[in-house]
């Protein structure tokens, strides 16, 4: 009997992770759900943020529609412009960022899942606060 007289059927998983057959599917983005999981975690127990470079894995474009798709819009929609846009989309999972930054050009540079509360490039700095406080302060000064 040769392999090819050998019979495969495909049976879709329930939990929900890609299946190795599917078009483009490299099977390396359903790990990253239960390592974000246990990110979301330590964020609860510990407050400490982190962040996942998808652009250092090797993922797919279809993994990456399919990690996006799974982890679903959130309410929150953050766009930066400072040398390119970046966009920072909450996730229906909330405290899980999908955080993209394009270069001038509009290509992506760079693309990462963080962890956090608020995401630290939205944070604003100490010494930009400190100058606010001085516009309020001239501002009341002025009534």
């Known amino acids: 009997m040769t392999l090819d007289?050998?019979?495969?059927?495909?049976?879709?998983?329930?939990?929900?992770?890609?299946?190795p057959g599917e078009p483009g599917l490299s099977g390396n983005a359903?790990?990253?759900?239960?390592?974000?999981?246990?990110?979301?975690?330590?964020?609860?127990?510990?407050?400490?943020p982190s962040a996942i470079d998808l652009s250092?894995?090797?993922l797919t474009p279809a993994d990456l529609d399919w990690l996006r798709e799974k982890l679903g819009?959130?309410?929150?929609?953050?766009?930066?412009?400072?040398?390119?846009?970046?966009?920072?989309?909450e996730t229906a999972c909330?405290?899980?960022?999908?955080?993209t930054h394009r270069n001038e050009q509009g290509a992506v540079a760079s693309q990462f899942i963080e962890v956090a509360f608020v995401?630290?490039?939205?944070?604003?700095h100490p010494a930009d606060v400190?100058?606010?406080?001085?516009?309020?302060?001239?501002?009341?000064?002025d009534l």
């Not at 050998?6 to 992770?17: F, K, L, M």
């Not at 400190?130 to 000064?141: D, H, N, P, Q, Y």
């Open 30 to 48: 359903p790990p990253l759900l239960r390592e974000l999981a246990e990110q979301v975690r330590r964020l609860l127990e510990t407050g400490e």
């Open 94 to 99: 909330a405290g899980v960022w999908w955080v």
């Open 73 to 89: 819009g959130g309410e929150i929609a953050v766009t930066l412009q400072a040398g390119g846009e970046s966009t920072l989309d």
């Open 130 to 141: 400190a100058i606010g406080r001085e516009r309020l302060e001239f501002m009341v000064s």
């Open 56 to 58: 250092a894995l090797p």
């Open 119 to 124: 995401p630290e490039l939205v944070k604003a």
């Open 5 to 19: 007289a050998i019979p495969i059927h495909v049976v879709p998983r329930h939990d929900g992770a890609a299946l």
